[in-house]
């Protein structure tokens, strides 16, 4: 069975760059992108404002179990490289 995992922005950090404060000793981490498949098809990362237009939610920062169906969809939208 195929896996879906969103795409990631590159680093959060929470260092103001001073050095000093409780953020300073937080390291950074990747953060996962929302991927909406709507109604019509087609799928976005930008959430919408009428959520009765998203037939499914791919939460980023984690693994989806996907159907054959699902992979297809996924793949012709481009995130194909995000399938294992």
């Not at 879906?4 to 953060?31: A, H, K």
């Not at 019509?40 to 920062?61: K, R």
């Amino acid at each position: 069975m195929a896996v879906f995992r969103p795409p990631t922005d590159p680093f959060v950090t929470f260092d103001d760059g001073s050095g000093e404060g409780i953020f300073s000793y937080l390291n950074g981490w990747p953060r996962g992108r929302n991927v909406f498949k709507m109604t019509d098809g087609s799928f976005q990362e930008s959430e919408p404002s009428d959520p009765s237009t998203i037939a499914h939610t791919y939460h980023g920062g984690h693994i989806h179990e996907l159907t054959a169906q699902e992979e297809a969809d996924l793949i012709a939208a481009g995130y194909g490289d995000y399938i294992e």
